[in-house]
């Protein structure tokens, strides 16, 4: 049996991949206040738009998207992901955005098929 060997086509690019998170975010949210309400549908909706376009890029990874949303009121928010995984194919990245009244943080998980 053959070793597959990544091309920098298939290879997982963060920042490529920051890019468009950040594109998917600022399609949902971009011209927004907080609003408690909305947040559920906000974070579905970026979560599954940034799902679709990552797999539209044809590349061969599963992916694992998680999104917070978080109001600006001066609290603190940190963060922190670990994986054991293939370290030369998978990969991840995490894009944090804002605009006046609020944070997200999206992480994207890219695990190799």
Not at 36 to 43: M, R, S
Not at 53 to 71: D, R, T
Not at 91 to 98: F, I, L, P
Request: glycine share 4%.
């Amino acid at each position: 049996m053959e070793e597959y060997h990544p091309t920098d086509e298939s290879s997982f690019n963060p920042d490529e991949t920051t890019i468009t998170i950040k594109e998917c975010i600022d399609s949902i949210m971009g011209r927004v206040d907080y609003n408690q309400q909305q947040v559920n549908k906000w974070t579905s909706s970026i979560c599954e738009l940034s799902l679709t376009q990552l797999a539209k890029q044809g590349k061969p990874y599963k992916y694992i998207v998680n999104c917070a949303v978080m109001q600006k009121c001066g609290a603190g928010l940190h963060t922190a992901n670990s994986c054991y995984w293939d370290t030369a194919m998978d990969g991840s990245c995490t894009v944090r955005w804002e605009n006046r009244t609020m944070y997200c943080v999206v992480c994207v998980f890219a695990v190799a098929i």
